[in-house]
């Protein structure tokens, strides 16, 4: 499978964990030992700490609109965009983000694929609070 094809797979994985709750498609394209960088947090190391993640997002928002877009690829790398908007629905301290708060996000994702999993993904996103 190329890149592009891998990125887009990704992407209807990361929506059916976001918007469903479903998490098996994500659980079977990344790495059980999957690295996500996104600062200023402190790096998720394994699946399960992005699922925790994204499942402490789903509780803490609503109203999640997300927009992906496949940017370019080469090889093991791609490069995505990601748009968001919602609204919070308890105080998020990590970004100083009041409960009630719409939240704008623009963002590219950069994922690294090894062995057809995802293994490491950079994250770079900036926020506008409302």
Known sequence: ????EFAEKFIEAEDKAFQQGDYEALEQ???PNIVIH?????DFNGFEAHKQYIMAAREGTKDLQ??????VGDGNIA???LKQQMTTTVDNPQFQIPAGSTVNADGLFVLK???DKI?????????AVE
């Open 1 to 4: 499978m190329d890149i592009k």
């Open 29 to 31: 394209i990344e790495s």
């Open 38 to 42: 996104y600062p200023p947090l402190p």
């Open 66 to 71: 997300q927009e992906w877009q496949y940017v």
């Open 79 to 81: 490069v995505l965009s």
């Open 113 to 115: 694929r090894e062995n």
């Open 119 to 127: 293994a490491e993904i950079w994250l770079h996103s900036n926020l």
